[in-house]
């Protein structure tokens, strides 16, 4: 072994060790330098240990004068108690320390373009730390995250493994069907004018494992799609894909309910109760205006479609004759966190739920007697008693409405209602509550959204479009409206929702080439596109496909709930910017024009 090779990590180092010789090996975390002593903090993943250099021994000295902030060092010396009251609690190495025999430089650093310590300092700008990532990747709580998604990662392959799953890949080059987000395409070198998409999902492949045979499969798969981007996003992605034979739905939950307390338990340290609660798509649309509802808080949307158009409000009643809706939210005491200017046209609120495509925000502000505000004057005297009923509004509370077509309330309301919950504080998030705050499982909301439509119509292309995928399962009640009203038509479909996000995705798969084609004419798709396009599929469902079904869970997302960020960007190593640029290594970038001739795009 070299003499500069360590013996302990920057992080083991206890009482037990005080008079061994050890080899420290790690990057100059700080230094501190008086007449007789130079004090080094060294730093690697695991902790840090002060190194103590003495002026006695001019060797020493001359390297410590020397040293900068993240040079890489080796440091041979002997563990030493900290003098009394010197001891840090705040280190795991703080009731020690080590004296330098010897220091040796490994490699120079110069001025970090930002401090890295996180300690005092605002942290640097995200497109500068991106730019410099494996600089941004030494801080302490960067390296938390990841070593969470490790043990995230590790306690899904180990809890897979035993419940007889097997670990499987499968293409990152395949045949490119236009759904949905854009593909990422790569022309062919070999075949000029062809070109392979990179996956947005293995769900093609991981049918075809199904029909072969491999009844319990999963895969932490690398995905991609071409989609515009914001802080929960990246173009390239992760995902657990999990897919099974013989089963239903409740098969399916049971498997992701158990993997998902596992998690909690051992990444953690919590116990998530199971089962979990089940919320079907129209309630939560109806309740929350969302199909990822954030259940932390209550703040329900309530219908007051009714109770509109007994007023004498114009704009209720023009909605209603149009075959809109009126719903609204009661802000429990916040009558004094909104002015009127905040809640009348231009205001914040507003302005806020504008950017939905709302045309407005009625109001009302809630007195022990009365109503005052914008609207109050077009209800009479019972209606108003109604509104407080049916709002259990009391006095200080503040009545916020949007009328217009459903889609439209539901996601300016559903915004809204997240947006008032932070401004309100109505729920607490776990690592905002101080540096040793430790999550419990009161800090996660999880359930299943259940019974989602099969089909959305698109007005702008006027047809049925599928609200998941073509190829999930429609409730067996319901293929007979099929042809006949595919809106009436629920999917064995199922989202996991946990605090608000998304986590995962799935459903039952159509196993029936003979559903599958009625599904395709619903979607106004026909047979001969329907072949061109997912062909290799359609043959495989003829050979003896058994009834299969599956989830997706986005651990990127997931590892966000677990390590208490709301930047997707946080829980990658090497993620792009919200331009889905790398700025570390520049890409995407131009290519030389002998390889663009290679591939045919050049002539």
């Given at each position: 072994m070299a003499e500069w090779q360590r013996t302990h990590t920057c992080g083991e180092l206890r009482d037990l060790h005080i008079g061994q010789m050890v080899v420290l090996n790690g990057w100059v975390n700080t230094f501190r330098g008086y007449n007789?002593?130079?004090?080094?903090?060294?730093?690697?993943?695991?902790?840090?240990?002060?190194?103590?250099?003495?002026?006695?021994d001019p060797a020493i000295v001359a390297v410590g004068k020397e040293i900068g902030?993240?040079?890489?060092?080796?440091?041979?010396?002997?563990?030493?108690?900290?003098?009394?009251?010197?001891?840090?609690?705040?280190?795991?190495?703080?009731?020690?320390?080590?004296?330098?025999?010897?220091?040796?430089?490994?490699?120079?650093?110069?001025?970090?373009?930002?401090?890295?310590?996180?300690?005092?300092?605002?942290?640097?700008?995200?497109?500068?730390?991106?730019?410099?990532?494996?600089?941004?990747?030494?801080?302490?709580?960067?390296?938390?995250?990841?070593?969470?998604?490790?043990?995230?990662?590790?306690?899904?392959?180990?809890?897979?493994?035993?419940?007889?799953?097997?670990e499987m890949e499968t293409p990152l080059l395949g045949k490119s069907t236009p759904e949905g987000a854009r593909d990422y395409l790569v022309p062919s070198r070999v075949w000029h004018g062809e070109w392979y998409a990179l996956p947005q999902s293995p769900q093609l492949y991981k049918q075809l494992l199904m029909v072969a045979g491999y009844d319990k499969y999963f895969q932490i798969a690398r995905c991609l799609r071409d989609e515009d981007l914001r802080a929960d996003r990246q173009?390239?992605?992760?995902?657990?894909?999990?897919?099974?034979?013989?089963?239903?739905?409740?098969?399916?939950?049971?498997?992701?309910?158990?993997?998902?307390?596992?998690?909690?338990?051992?990444?953690?340290?919590?116990?998530?109760?199971?089962?979990?609660?089940?919320?079907?798509?129209?309630?939560?649309?109806?309740k929350y205006g969302s199909d990822k509802p954030d259940l932390r808080f209550g703040m329900e949307i309530t219908e007051v479609s009714d109770l509109a158009g007994q007023s004498e409000f114009k704009v209720f009643k023009d909605v209603l004759a149009a075959g809109g809706v009126v719903r609204g939210l009661n802000a429990r005491k916040a009558a004094d966190k909104f002015s009127n200017t905040d809640l009348k046209p231009g205001g914040k609120l507003s302005e806020f739920v504008a950017g939905y495509k709302a045309k407005g925000l009625a109001w009302m502000k809630v007195e022990a007697d009365k109503f005052t505000g914008s609207i109050e004057?077009?209800?009479?005297?019972?209606?108003?008693?109604?509104?407080?009923?049916?709002?259990?509004?009391?006095?200080?509370?503040?009545?916020l409405f949007v009328a217009d077509q459903?889609?439209?309330?539901?996601?300016?309301?559903?915004?809204?209602?997240?947006?008032?919950?932070?401004?309100?504080?109505?729920?607490?998030?776990?690592?905002?509550r101080g540096e040793d705050?430790?999550?419990?499982?009161?800090?996660?909301?999880?359930?299943?959204?259940?019974?989602?439509?099969?089909?959305?119509?698109?007005?702008?292309?006027?047809?049925?479009?599928?609200?998941?995928?073509?190829?999930?399962?429609?409730?067996?009640?319901?293929?007979?409206?099929?042809?006949?009203?595919?809106?009436?038509?629920?999917?064995?479909?199922?989202?996991?929702?946990?605090?608000?996000?998304?986590?995962?995705?799935?459903?039952?798969?159509?196993?029936?080439?003979?559903?599958?084609?009625?599904?395709?004419?619903?979607?106004g798709m026909p047979i001969e596109d329907a072949k061109q396009r997912f062909g290799f599929l359609l043959d495989?469902?003829?050979?003896?496909?058994?009834?299969?079904?599956?989830?997706?869970?986005?651990?990127?997302?997931?590892?966000?709930?677990?390590?208490?960020?709301?930047?997707?960007?946080?829980?990658?190593?090497?993620?792009?910017?919200?331009r889905a640029r790398d700025l570390m290594t520049g890409a995407p970038a131009p290519v030389e024009s002998r390889q663009l001739k290679d591939l045919g795009l050049m002539t």
């Open positions: 007789d002593q130079v004090f080094v903090d060294i730093r690697d993943r695991y902790g840090i240990t002060q190194v103590v250099l003495e002026a006695d902030r993240e040079f890489v060092i080796s440091v041979a010396g002997k563990v030493a108690a900290r003098l009394p009251g010197k001891d840090n609690a705040k280190m795991a190495t703080g009731k020690i320390e080590v004296k330098a025999a010897k220091v040796a430089i490994l490699n120079r650093c110069p001025t970090p373009p930002f401090e890295i310590t996180e300690f005092g300092t605002e942290i640097a700008n995200e497109d500068l730390r991106l730019q410099y990532r494996y600089l941004d990747l030494r801080r302490k709580s960067l390296q938390n995250v990841l070593i969470i998604r490790h043990r995230l990662n590790k306690v899904i392959r180990d809890h897979l493994d035993f419940q007889g799953f097997l173009p390239e992605f992760t995902q657990l894909d999990v897919e099974m034979s013989f089963v239903e739905m409740d098969d399916i939950f049971r498997v992701v309910e158990g993997l998902v307390a596992d998690i909690f338990h051992r990444v953690l340290g919590i116990n998530i109760t199971t089962p979990l609660p089940r919320l079907k798509y129209a309630e939560a649309m109806l004057k077009f209800f009479g005297p019972e209606q108003q008693k109604s509104l407080r009923e049916r709002f259990k509004a009391e006095a200080g509370d503040v009545l459903e889609p439209v309330v539901c996601d300016a309301l559903g915004a809204l209602r997240s947006h008032l919950a932070a401004q309100l504080k109505l729920y607490t998030n776990w690592w905002e705050a430790k999550p419990t499982a009161d800090d996660f909301k999880i359930a299943w959204v259940i019974d989602f439509p099969s089909f959305m119509y698109d007005a702008e292309e006027k047809r049925w479009v599928a609200n998941h995928h073509p190829f999930t399962a429609p409730r067996d009640e319901h293929i007979a409206h099929l042809e006949s009203d595919p809106g009436k038509v629920l999917a064995k479909a199922y989202d996991l929702v946990i605090n608000g996000y998304e986590v995962g995705g799935g459903s039952i798969r159509i196993h029936n080439p003979e559903v599958q084609s009625r599904v395709f004419t619903a979607l495989a469902l003829k050979f003896g496909a058994p009834p299969h079904g599956g989830i997706a869970l986005g651990l990127d997302r997931f590892a966000m709930m677990l390590a208490g960020t709301t930047n997707i960007r946080d829980v990658i190593a090497f993620p792009k910017n919200q």
